[in-house]
């Protein structure tokens, strides 16, 4: 295949032809079916009868791959001029492409909108042939477990319309949780124009809210219009805020009222919903009789019913540190004579737990068993024994709980 892209090359084989014909036959595309030159926007490929491929304008007939044209030099421009067949009658055959000019955040000039109200899931709109009946498009929901799958349906609204004076009112078209649309009438105003949202009927307790439609007196069909419609869309009317949590639908809708007393939140298992109720019953745990004011509370024995005063915070919760030698600014002063015969000391908190004790002598961490540096003699008491008598002027430092 041989393609001439000089225009001017081109132009030349017209010079013969343009005081005998204005036009002459080609085919659209090249060898390979390809019609459209890439880059090079309105332009194509045609084929002439003696097999060159040339490259052409076109903007007057649509991009078919072996189409029969005419090509000729019209307003100085090499181009496509028309279909040689005369049996063809394309419509709007001069539109070249131009979907860019259409599409969504693309550099656009042309954008097409989509409004909400336009998607068909749930869409409502007014029986041909039925004024007052709306015509409800369904679709597959998902609804306690189970998925829910309803065709189109039918609600005439004949017998909502008002009667009386110029009585305007709001109609709301609601879908429940089994997908049972329902329709909900509002209180009637003074005419149209005095009708406000806050006059769309309140959404009943597990509805999804899908359309409010206006009727008012006088009315000859329920019509849409962007000036002054009949129906108001509800399908995407959601809203993130607290308030929505506390909404019909809300997430709040799955627990019961506020009770207005102090009371706990269960399941009920009959009835698959939670609900509150108030305690019942002494409980089971005991303790003494009299305790000491900001004294910890612990188990007495393993029952797990019983408590005791568990003594002081500071004694269970945060380290007490002693030492020998005499009276410190912060640490306790533990008890007991260091003279290389004393071995017995005590704590100054009069206790500590079970394997909380350690003991350091002269800094040095001490090894505690019978047959180690020493051993717990009542921690109740808070008496621990060294295996060998601190001699004279040895520290003993001891951090417990």
Known sequence: MRIIESKRAVRSKFEDYEKILQTIPALMGDANGVVSVPGQTNYVYAREMSGNTIVVWNTNVPLIANLAIKIGVLEGRLQVVSIRDSYYNFLMAKTPPHGST???LSGATDITNIYAEQFMPWYASTKSGSPFTVTIRKKVSYSDGSWVVNGTEDLDLSSYIPVSGTDALYLLITLSEVGVLTVTEGSPVTNKAALTL?????????????????????????????????????RFARSNTH??????????????ADPGSDQYLKWNNTTNEFEFDSPTGSGDVVGPAGAVNGNLAVFDGVTGKLLKDGGSPSSGSAPQTDQSG????????????????????????GSYTSGK???Y????????????????????SGTFTFNSAPKTGDLITVVYN
């Open 361 to 380: 002598r002269n800094g040095l961490l001490q090894t505690q068993g019978s047959a180690e540096d020493w051993v717990e003699t009542t921690p109740a």
């Open 198 to 234: 806050s006059d769309i009927p309140s959404v009943p307790a597990g509805h999804i809210p899908l359309w409010a439609v206006i009727l008012y007196v006088g009315q000859s069909a329920i019509t849409r219009n962007f000036s002054n419609p009949d129906y108001l869309d509800l």
């Open 357 to 359: 004790l350690l003991v």
């Open 326 to 349: 005499g009276t410190g600014d912060t640490y306790g002063v533990l008890a007991g004579a260091i003279n290389g015969s004393n071995a017995l000391f005590t704590v100054s908190l």
């Open 243 to 256: 308030s929505s949590l506390h909404a019909v639908g809300g997430i709040d809708s799955l627990f019961p």
């Open 102 to 104: 259409h599409s969504y």
